[in-house]
């Protein structure tokens, strides 16, 4: 049975930091095509940062420069060091894994090709 429980978040100013953390089980984060998402209220869920099994990274032009996406293997979980926060990136983050990681599915990053996915970590950021 897969689960993934995602960790972390909380209440930070602008500028701010912070690591989420999704803890993984039922599956290999490193054998899987993860993904970290998130969905602001009254908005849709958009993908934030993808990682291939073989190491390769995407990210969100929202994002880029400010969030990185890394795993450990030894732990199987799934991370976002969440760096410069801006109160535009309050939103709950979601970690998602789905087994093929295609190119294209990598970058693209659309929440309909993941098929599992955590509970989510609120994540808010003041000005």
């Known amino acids: 049975q897969v689960s993934l429980v995602e960790s972390g978040g909380g209440s930070v100013q602008s500028g701010g930091s912070l690591r989420l953390s999704c803890a993984a089980s039922?599956?290999?984060?490193?054998?899987?095509?993860m993904g970290w998402f998130r969905q602001a209220p009254g908005k849709e869920r958009e993908g934030v940062a993808g990682l291939g099994r073989l190491g390769s990274t995407f990210y969100a032009d929202a994002v880029k420069g400010r969030l990185t996406i890394s795993r450990d293997s030894g732990k199987n979980t799934l991370y976002l060091q969440m760096n410069s926060l801006k109160p535009e990136d309050t939103a709950m983050y979601y970690c998602?894994?789905?087994?093929?990681?295609?190119?294209?599915?990598?970058?693209?990053?659309?929440?309909?090709?993941?098929?599992?996915w955590g509970q989510g970590t609120q994540v808010t950021v003041s000005s």
């Open positions: 998602a894994a789905r087994p093929s990681c295609p190119a294209l599915i990598l970058q693209r990053l659309r929440k309909d090709d993941f098929a599992s």
């Open positions: 039922g599956l290999s984060v490193s054998g899987n095509c």
